[in-house]
């Protein structure tokens, strides 16, 4: 059974500060590592990971694939309380086009920022 | 621009009647289609997958049933909700030849 593992499950933090979430994960013939920001309602897409492209930056944020240590982090410098949110990590696996696209998710890590 | 709905957005129903949530995307055709629960605002669960029309795969053994009775509309349905079915449930969908998939606004179930 696939299995994805976010850690911290919960961080607090004040606006400047850099943080690092981290995701592991044990799946059979893995295809990509997602990241999704939530704050009320959908989950909005950050990043795609794969094995042709191991690190994504966008402004402020960055993640990084390690495909030997089977995990990946997410990387946020200079909080802002708009950062708030859950953070999801998300993998799909499958050989040879079998995965549908399925996703199986981490717990979720829950960050607050205070001003 | 493709986008994807989903109604209600709250709902609120006594244990053992029955359930139908709908998702609708539009701007695309012959999408993947995903239902998934998260409970207690944590990671998500992903309940069925539909890759055509009438095609629908479980992953996980419940309550719930889901048809996709056209190319676009993917429904959730149940003939006798559970306490246990409570839960905000979101649909998605992925265009056939990327990996990321995109979330509806979710609806909030709540049994009672």
């Known amino acids: 059974e696939d299995k994805v593992v976010q850690s911290p499950l919960s961080l607090v933090v004040h606006e400047g500060d850099t943080v690092t979430l981290n995701c592991s994960y044990e799946?059979?013939?893995?295809?990509?590592l997602l990241w999704y920001k939530q704050e009320k309602k959908a989950p909005t897409f950050l990043f795609m990971l794969?094995?042709?492209?191991i690190e994504k930056k966008s402004g402020r944020l960055s993640s990084i694939l390690d495909k030997k240590e089977l995990s990946s982090i997410l990387n946020i410098t200079a909080t802002q309380t708009g950062d708030s949110a859950i953070y999801l990590c998300?993998?799909?696996?499958?050989?040879?086009?079998?995965?549908?696209?399925?996703?199986?998710f981490g717990q979720g890590t829950i960050l607050t920022v205070h001003p | 621009s493709q986008t994807i709905h989903q109604w209600p957005a709250t709902l609120v129903q006594p244990v053992g009647s029955p359930l139908s949530l709908e998702c609708t995307v539009e701007?695309?055709?012959?999408?993947?289609l995903y239902w998934y629960r998260q409970a207690a605002g944590r990671g998500l669960q992903l309940l069925f997958y539909?890759?055509?029309?009438?095609?629908i795969s479980s992953e996980v053994p419940q309550n719930l049933s889901a048809s996709r009775p056209q190319d676009r509309q993917f429904i959730l349905s149940s003939k006798k909700l559970l306490l246990s079915d409570s839960g905000f449930y979101l649909c998605?969908?992925?265009?056939?030849?990327?990996?990321?998939?995109?979330f509806g606004p979710g609806t909030r179930l709540t049994v009672t």
């Open positions: 998605a969908w992925k265009p056939g030849r990327t990996y990321e998939q995109y």
């Open positions: 799946v059979t013939n893995f295809r990509s």
């Open positions: 794969t094995s042709s492209g």
């Open positions: 998300a993998v799909e696996a499958g050989a040879g086009g079998t995965s549908y696209g399925k996703l199986t």
């Open positions: 701007g695309t055709s012959n999408p993947n």
């Open positions: 539909s890759v055509g029309i009438g095609q």
